[in-house]
C-alpha cells in the first residue's frame, strides 16, 4: 500500500513538469533590454478593450503568438480557460490590461489551456511606429495595476527563461 501511494505521488508530481514547462508567454527570444526591472518605467495610458489596440500591437502580438489574426478577449468576457473547448471560437486569452506609450506597449493578460497562467509581453515602437517584442513573462499571478505589475516585473515573478511552445 505503502508504494503505491508513493509511486502516485511521484507520478502526480511528474505530472505537473508539463505545464511549468510549457506555461511561458510567448517568448521568442530574450529580452534585449539587459535592464528588465526598469523596463515598464515610464508614462503608460491603460487601455482595457483589445479593439482600442494600436492595429500594429494586435499584428506584432498575432505574429509572437502563431496566431493568423490578433485574438484576445477584454477583461470579464468569456476565453477558453482549460484546454477542453466548450464552446467553438472563443479566444484562449483574455486581457488584464494593457499599457500603450510613444515607444512601448505591453499587453498583461491571463492564458487558459493546459496550465493557467498570466502573462506579459512588452513591446517596443520605433519612430516608424514598427512594433517589435522587446521582452515577455509567465507568472503564476496577475496584477491589478501598473505599479504591482511593476513590482511583479522587477521582482523576477514572472519568468522569461523558457521560448514560446504555442
Same mark, same amino acid.
Given at each position: 500500500?505503502?508504494?503505491?501511494?508513493?509511486?502516485?505521488?511521484?507520478?502526480?508530481?511528474?505530472?505537473?513538469?508539463?505545464?511549468?514547462?510549457?506555461?511561458?508567454?510567448?517568448?521568442?527570444?530574450?529580452?534585449?533590454?539587459?535592464?528588465?526591472?526598469?523596463?515598464?518605467?515610464?508614462?503608460?495610458?491603460?487601455?482595457?478593450?483589445?479593439?482600442? #489596440?494600436?492595429? %500594429?500591437?494586435?499584428? !506584432?502580438?498575432?505574429?509572437?503568438?502563431?496566431? =493568423?489574426?490578433?485574438? &484576445?478577449?477584454?477583461? +470579464?468576457?468569456?476565453?477558453?480557460?482549460?484546454?477542453?473547448?466548450?464552446?467553438?471560437?472563443?479566444?484562449?486569452?483574455?486581457?488584464?490590461?494593457?499599457?500603450?506609450?510613444?515607444?512601448?506597449?505591453?499587453?498583461?493578460?491571463?492564458?487558459?489551456?493546459?496550465?493557467?497562467?498570466?502573462?506579459?509581453?512588452?513591446?517596443?515602437?520605433?519612430?516608424?511606429?514598427?512594433?517589435? #517584442?522587446?521582452? %515577455?513573462?509567465?507568472? !503564476?499571478?496577475?496584477?491589478?495595476?501598473?505599479? =504591482?505589475?511593476?513590482? &511583479?516585473?522587477?521582482? +523576477?515573478?514572472?519568468?522569461?527563461?523558457?521560448?514560446?511552445?504555442?
Amino acid at each position: 500500500m505503502r508504494r503505491v501511494t508513493i509511486t502516485a505521488l511521484v507520478l502526480f508530481a511528474v505530472s505537473f513538469y508539463p505545464v511549468a514547462h510549457y506555461c511561458a508567454a510567448p517568448a521568442a527570444q530574450q529580452s534585449r533590454s539587459p535592464e528588465k526591472s526598469r523596463i515598464l518605467d515610464g508614462e503608460f495610458s491603460i487601455e482595457k478593450d483589445v479593439h482600442r #489596440f494600436p492595429v %500594429g500591437l494586435k499584428s !506584432a502580438f498575432a505574429h509572437l503568438a502563431r496566431q =493568423q489574426e490578433f485574438e &484576445m478577449a477584454n477583461p +470579464g468576457e468569456k476565453y477558453e480557460v482549460t484546454d477542453v473547448v466548450g464552446e467553438p471560437r472563443l479566444p484562449s486569452r483574455r486581457l488584464l490590461f494593457a499599457g500603450l506609450s510613444r515607444d512601448k506597449y505591453f499587453i498583461h493578460y491571463e492564458r487558459g489551456g493546459r496550465g493557467h497562467s498570466y502573462d506579459i509581453v512588452v513591446f517596443e515602437v520605433d519612430p516608424g511606429e514598427e512594433v517589435k #517584442f522587446l521582452w %515577455g513573462g509567465s507568472g !503564476a499571478t496577475g496584477a491589478k495595476s501598473l505599479e =504591482q505589475l511593476r513590482s &511583479m516585473v522587477a521582482s +523576477g515573478a514572472f519568468a522569461d527563461d523558457r521560448a514560446y511552445s504555442r
